[in-house]
């Protein structure tokens, strides 16, 4: 059985903006919630992922509200 793809939001850079990366793959730098959520959806997500669930998002530096 194949594993569900995990968005990895990386720590925060200088400018603010946090790479966000699926199965290895870098997606781009997000600046928001928005950026991560379509971020997801370009990778197949589902639009509306809880993105407080470490199943579905691993946050490093600081979670959904460090920016």
């Known amino acids: 059985m194949e594993q ?3 968005l990895v ?3 925060p850079s200088r400018s603010g903006g946090r790479r966000v990366r699926v199965g290895g793959e ?3 730098v997000a600046y928001g919630e928005r950026d ?3 971020f ?3 990778a197949g997500l589902e639009e509306d992922l809880d ?3 470490p199943a579905v ?3 490093h530096g600081g979670g959904p509200d460090t920016w």
Do not use: C, F, M, N
């Open 57 to 59: 998002v691993a946050w």
């Open 4 to 6: 569900p793809l995990r």
């Open 36 to 38: 991560v959520r379509e």
């Open 9 to 11: 939001v990386e720590p």
């Open 40 to 42: 997801a959806r370009r």
């Open 51 to 53: 993105l407080t669930d």
């Open 26 to 28: 870098i997606l781009g």
